[in-house]
């Protein structure tokens, strides 16, 4: 029985405890920070300038003109390309403009033709009945 209620007086006294005081304690033992996600007992790394690779000049000069002549070749084939789509897009309008011209002459003929017809056909009545009266 004294177990039993030795127990429960245990799991009492873990449901009082704060998990922040837990794990922060009263703060004056140990110093933590909270650093991103957790807790850390560590202080954050700062940059350590003994990382950084240092190459030599020539190294870097040669990388430099790989480079700028990998950029100067992909500049080159793209302005061709461009000037490619230029031409074809220049074609394609001087296309689009002659069909216009086109359909415009023909639109032009078709309202021509009806007026002309009927004149031709009242010259030739008036002269076919000029030569009926005489």
Same mark, same amino acid.
């Given at each position: 029985? #004294?177990?039993?209620?030795? !127990?429960?007086? +245990?799991?009492?006294?873990?449901?009082?405890?704060?998990?922040? %005081?837990?794990?922060?304690? +009263?703060?004056?033992?140990? #110093?933590? &920070? !909270?650093?991103?996600?957790?807790?850390?007992?560590?202080?954050?790394?700062? *940059? =350590?300038?003994? *990382?950084? !690779?240092?190459?030599?000049?020539?190294?870097?000069?040669?990388?430099?003109? =790989?480079?700028?002549?990998?950029?100067?070749?992909?500049?080159?084939?793209? #302005?061709?390309?461009?000037?490619?789509?230029?031409?074809?897009?220049?074609?394609?309008?001087?296309?689009?403009?002659? %069909?216009?011209?086109?359909?415009?002459?023909?639109? %032009?003929?078709? $309202?021509?033709?009806?007026?002309? $017809? &009927? +004149?031709?056909?009242?010259?030739?009545?008036? *002269?076919?009945? #000029?030569? $009926? !009266?005489?």
């Amino acid at each position: 029985m #004294r177990h039993l209620e030795a !127990l429960e007086a +245990d799991e009492s006294s873990e449901c009082q405890k704060d998990p922040f %005081d837990e794990v922060m304690g +009263d703060g004056r033992a140990i #110093r933590k &920070r !909270l650093v991103g996600i957790g807790v850390s007992h560590k202080k954050p790394q700062e *940059n =350590v300038a003994g *990382n950084s !690779l240092i190459l030599p000049k020539q190294v870097m000069e040669s990388i430099k003109s =790989v480079v700028v002549a990998d950029v100067q070749t992909e500049l080159s084939a793209e #302005r061709e390309e461009i000037a490619k789509e230029k031409e074809a897009h220049a074609a394609r309008v001087a296309e689009m403009e002659r %069909d216009a011209k086109e359909q415009e002459m023909r639109d %032009d003929l078709a $309202t021509q033709k009806e007026p002309m $017809t &009927r +004149d031709v056909i009242a010259f030739a009545l008036h *002269n076919y009945g #000029r030569k $009926t !009266l005489a």
